[in-house]
């Protein structure tokens, strides 16, 4: 069955810090990656999806991600976290002849100032 | 834009009662989703309609929840009779259509405890 393993459960870290959350997936064929976060209170938000092209993809708030289709991976990085990026991030995957997302566990982020 | 609306935010009730949870989509999407997101877990789908008609139901617990989608517009999901193990945030969603390339909105969620 294709699922999405993110590696961190939770990750704390310092303003200014560098992050990086590891997403893998187990489905072999072409699939469309996505980051979500949900802050808190609030509902999940897009913060970047791939479809093709540059496996570089940007998105808001000053997030990335990388695909390495070798690796099967979609990992979020951002070079500076703020405190207001205190959230949940959620990878998910969908299939181009597929349906819905299927998502991973997600990982907690505490910045602390 | 509005966004996809979810009612009730927060709803508790005892095991073997029912529950249902409203949701409209943002105007003009043609896919709604709900999901189930426990405690600690990500969201896991349940139910996808394209306009009213079932795309995937497959992980729908059937002997207890229900959903439809009955003009293509709005939409409710029926739990009865509820268990504990279905405290969960109930996600709605919505996109233009199933195509991949299309965004997936999400709603606030509506928070279920039982008891």
């Known amino acids: 069955a294709q699922s999405v393993s993110q590696h961190n459960h939770h990750v704390i870290l310092s303003e200014a810090a560098s992050l990086e959350l590891g997403c893998n997936y187990s489905y072999g064929g072409t699939v469309n990656l996505f980051w979500y976060v949900q802050y808190p209170g609030q509902h999940l938000q897009l913060l970047l999806k791939?479809?093709?092209?540059?496996?570089l993809v940007k998105g808001i708030k000053g997030f990335e991600a990388e695909f390495i289709k070798s690796k099967f991976s979609f990992n979020l990085r951002k070079p500076s976290v703020q405190w207001s990026d205190t959230a949940e991030y959620f990878c998910a995957v969908k299939r181009r002849a597929g349906t819905a997302l299927i998502f991973g566990k997600g990982t907690t982020l505490s910045v602390s100032s | 834009e509005a966004g996809v609306a979810q009612s009730p935010r927060y709803k508790i009730i005892e095991k073997r009662q029912s529950v249902a949870f409203w949701c409209n989509p943002i105007s003009g999407h043609a896919t709604l989703y709900w999901y189930q997101q426990i405690l600690g877990q990500g969201p896991k789908l349940l139910i996808q309609?394209?306009?009213?008609?079932?795309?995937?139901d497959s992980q729908l617990p059937k002997d207890r929840f229900s959903a439809e989608r009955l003009k293509g517009v709005d939409s409710t999901l029926k739990i009865q009779p509820a268990k504990l193990e279905d405290s969960a945030v109930y996600l709605c969603?919505?996109?233009?259509?199933?195509?991949?390339?299309?965004?997936?909105?999400f709603g606030e969620g509506s928070w279920l405890t039982v008891v």
């Open positions: 969603a919505s996109s233009l259509d199933g195509h991949s390339g299309n965004t997936i909105y």
């Open positions: 791939y479809f093709s092209g540059d496996p």
């Open positions: 309609f394209q306009n009213n008609g079932v795309v995937d």
